[in-house]
């Protein structure tokens, strides 16, 4: 009798982007509080992803884009999120799967997730985690500062 394979990393990176789609959802439903903001990360030429072409032009690999004051129209799925920014004073609409997004956080409260690209049979049989998970104590999202936690760190060798 064969067991098939379980990908725990897979498991993992999608239970750590349930972690932002539920911080989206509160948001939607109760707003933003207090000084909380988000820096989400994604790549542009992930599939799915929707971008104005002159952003995509711009950023053809990643872009990172802030939830704080001047956002509309937040949609939250279980697969993507979309929301509508201001560039240059113009609203654009954009689409983003989760799948896409390579990092998140909440500078407020000292938190973020990064995520790696989503190969995760390659990975698994590299024996990588495919997520780490970081508490930023100081710094940008985009520079993290902070101590960096993988999980193989966890695992018994």
Known sequence: MTSAFMNYS??????????????????????LPGNHHFFISFRTNDEG?????ELRERYPDEMTIVL??????????PQEFA????FNKVRERMVVPFAAV??????????????????????AAAGQTGVTAQN??????????????????????
Do not use: N
């Open 10 to 31: 897979k498991m993992v990176e999608d239970a750590l982007r349930g972690v932002l789609r539920s911080a989206l959802v509160h948001v939607v439903e109760q707003g």
């Open 49 to 53: 992803v929707i971008v104005p072409d």
């Open 68 to 77: 704080q004051h001047q956002f509309w129209d937040l949609e939250v799925t």
């Open 83 to 86: 929301v509508t920014l201001s």
């Open 102 to 123: 390579t990092a998140f956080a909440d500078p407020s409260v000292q938190f973020g997730l990064q995520f790696r690209a989503t190969d995760s049979d390659a990975k």
């Open 136 to 157: 930023e104590a100081t710094g940008t999202p985009d520079k993290p500062t902070g101590e960096i936690v993988t999980l193989d760190a966890f695992r018994k060798k």
